[in-house]
């Protein structure tokens, strides 16, 4: 959890910054049961109207290059701690799609473990060794996904949360 508004504060390199921030950080509540509240009221056709165009345009030369092929027909799941929020996921026709219900693997962890997923600021082998991501179901077809989102050059801008 980052909060910008201190990255500006010619402060935060003070200890007292730094150590009120970790604390902050460790101790506030985790904002799952918030986002799972959010995730049940929306429906499924807004989820896949607001994820299926920016997943496949982000893969867009991966997906045309074949890299997904072998994702075809299959289902994953990325889920926060404790089950909620979630999204499954599959490749149908060559096009990710978003769908309901569980994946035949499931990769679990913190906002923080996806988010740094995500910006490609640790190795995703670490993540995984340090347990901050889990594969559960099909491993095979969890790890594969892990290997090919490692192999492929992509990244997401995704704004600052408090």
Same mark, same amino acid.
């Given at each position: 959890?980052?909060? /910008? +508004?201190?990255? #500006?504060l010619?402060?935060?390199?003070?200890?007292? *910054?730094?150590?009120?921030l !970790?604390?902050l950080?460790?101790?506030?509540?985790?904002?799952? /049961? +918030?986002?799972g #509240?959010?995730?049940?009221?929306?429906?499924?056709? *807004?989820?896949?109207?607001l !994820?299926?165009e920016p997943?496949?345009?982000?893969?867009?030369?991966?997906i045309?290059?074949?890299?997904?092929?072998?994702?075809?027909?299959?289902?994953?799941?990325l889920?926060?701690?404790?089950?909620?929020?979630?999204i499954?996921?599959?490749?149908?026709?060559?096009?990710?799609r978003?769908?309901?219900g569980?994946?035949?693997?499931?990769?679990?962890?913190?906002?923080?473990?996806?988010?740094?997923?995500?910006?490609?600021q640790?190795?995703?082998?670490?993540?995984?060794?340090?347990?901050?991501?889990?594969?559960?179901?099909d491993?095979?077809?969890?790890?594969?996904?892990?290997?090919?989102?490692?192999?492929?050059?992509?990244?997401?801008?995704?704004?600052?949360?408090?």
């Amino acid at each position: 959890m980052t909060f /910008p +508004l201190f990255a #500006t504060l010619p402060l935060r390199n003070s200890p007292l *910054v730094s150590d009120t921030l !970790a604390l902050l950080t460790e101790y506030l509540p985790s904002p799952s /049961p +918030l986002l799972g #509240t959010i995730d049940r009221a929306i429906p499924m056709p *807004v989820k896949q109207l607001l !994820a299926e165009e920016p997943l496949n345009r982000i893969f867009a030369a991966a997906i045309a290059d074949g890299e997904f092929d072998d994702f075809e027909g299959r289902r994953i799941r990325l889920e926060l701690n404790g089950g909620q929020p979630g999204i499954t996921f599959g490749l149908w026709a060559g096009r990710l799609r978003v769908l309901e219900g569980p994946g035949e693997a499931t990769i679990r962890g913190s906002l923080s473990a996806f988010k740094t997923l995500a910006k490609r600021q640790q190795d995703p082998d670490q993540l995984f060794f340090q347990r901050r991501l889990v594969i559960e179901g099909d491993t095979e077809l969890g790890l594969a996904l892990k290997n090919l989102l490692d192999s492929l050059e992509w990244g997401l801008k995704l704004p600052e949360l408090p």
